[in-house]
C-alpha cells in the first residue's frame, strides 16, 4: 500500500508563512493543519499572529481556535488531533498541510514518536514544580544537566513542562529522554512527504519581528491579555507563559514597564526564531526555501516547490480505494 501524501511548510516566526500557504494549498487542493502552539487557544488572537478568517481565503484550516486557555495542549495531543484531521482530510481527496513553526510537533506527527507515558507520580511532579516555583526554573535545567546533558542542550531553561517530562523520563525509566527521542526519530516515517522550511536573511527577519511586535501592541495587545485576565486566565496556565502574553501579564501586574515588556518579547522572539533554524538543521530530508534565492517572488517559490512535489509523486492527488498516489 503507497504511503500517503504530506506537505509540511514551516520556518522561523515572521518569516511569511501564512500567506504561501494559501497559495500552496489552492496549487495542490489541500487543507491547512496547524502546527502552532498558541494559535490553537480561542481568545488569543493578537499575540499568537493567528491566522484570520479572511486570510484563510475559503481554505479548510484545522487546530486553529480549538481550545479554551484554561486547557493544557501538548506534543501528545497534538498527534492525535492532526492524526484525526489528516484522516478527515484524505476522504475528502485532499492534502493535508501542515503549518507552523513548532518543529517538535512536526517531528512527532511525521516520524509517528511514541510518547507512551512512563508510571506518572504525582508526588515526584509536585516536588519538581515546587522547585520551579520556589526556586526557578533554572534550578531544574541544572538538575536536567547533570541528568541527560543533550537534553539539556536541546530544551530551553524557560521551557519547564518539557524540562520536568524530561527529568520524570530519567526518573522512572533511568534512561534518557535524549536517547530515546534519537531513536524514534531515526524511524522511518509513513507519510510520502516534502517538509519545506522556509527562511530569510537573519537580518531582515529580525526586522519583521521587531516590527510585528510594534503591530501587535498597537493592534491591542495589551487589551487582549486584560481580557484573558478577566476571563480567569493567570501566568500558571500552560496558554500564557506564550511569547508576548507573559510579558504583558508582568506589565499588568507591575512588574515590567510597557517598554521594558516590548522590548523583551523582540528580544526573546530573536533568540526563538534563532532556535526554531538551529532545530530545523537537525532535522533529516527537509528542503530549505530562502527567500532570497526566489528574489522574494511567491511566485517563484511555488514553481520551485510544485516541481519537487511533482518529482516525490505529491503533486496531483488521486482518490483510488482509498489509496492515494
Known sequence: MMKKPLIILTGPTAVGKTELSIRLARMVQGSVISADSMQVYRHMDIGSAKITREEMQEIPHYLIDEFEPSEEFHVVRFQEYARKYME?????????????????????????????????????????????????????????????????????????????????????SGQKISAHNEKERQKESP?????????????????????????????????????????????????????????????????LTLEEAVYRIKRDTRHFAKRQLTWFRRERDVIWVDKQEFAYNNDNILKYMEAILAEKGIMILRKQEGNYT
Open 88 to 172: 478527515e482530510i484524505y476522504a475528502q481527496g485532499r492534502i493535508p498541510i501542515i503549518v507552523g513553526g513548532t518543529g517538535f510537533y512536526i517531528q512527532a506527527l511525521l516520524y509517528n514518536i511514541d510518547f507512551t507515558k512512563e508510571q506518572e507520580n504525582k508526588e515526584y511532579r509536585a516536588y519538581l514544580e515546587k522547585i520551579a516555583s520556589e526556586q526557578g526554573g533554572h534550578i531544574l535545567h541544572e538538575m536536567l544537566k547533570e541528568a541527560d546533558p543533550e537534553a539539556a542542550r536541546q530544551i530551553h531553561e524557560h521551557n519547564c513542562k518539557r524540562i520536568i517530562r524530561a527529568l520524570e523520563f530519567h526518573h522512572f
Open 191 to 255: 507519510y510520502n512527504f516534502a517538509y519545506f522550511v522556509l527562511n530569510d536573511d537573519r537580518a531582515k527577519l529580525y526586522e519583521r519581528i521587531n516590527g510585528r511586535v510594534e503591530q501587535m501592541i498597537e493592534d491591542g495587545l495589551v487589551q487582549e491579555v486584560q481580557k484573558l485576565q478577566k476571563l480567569g486566565c493567570s501566568r500558571a496556565m500552560v496558554s500564557m507563559q506564550g511569547l508576548g502574553y507573559k510579558e504583558v501579564l508582568a506589565c499588568l501586574e507591575g512588574e
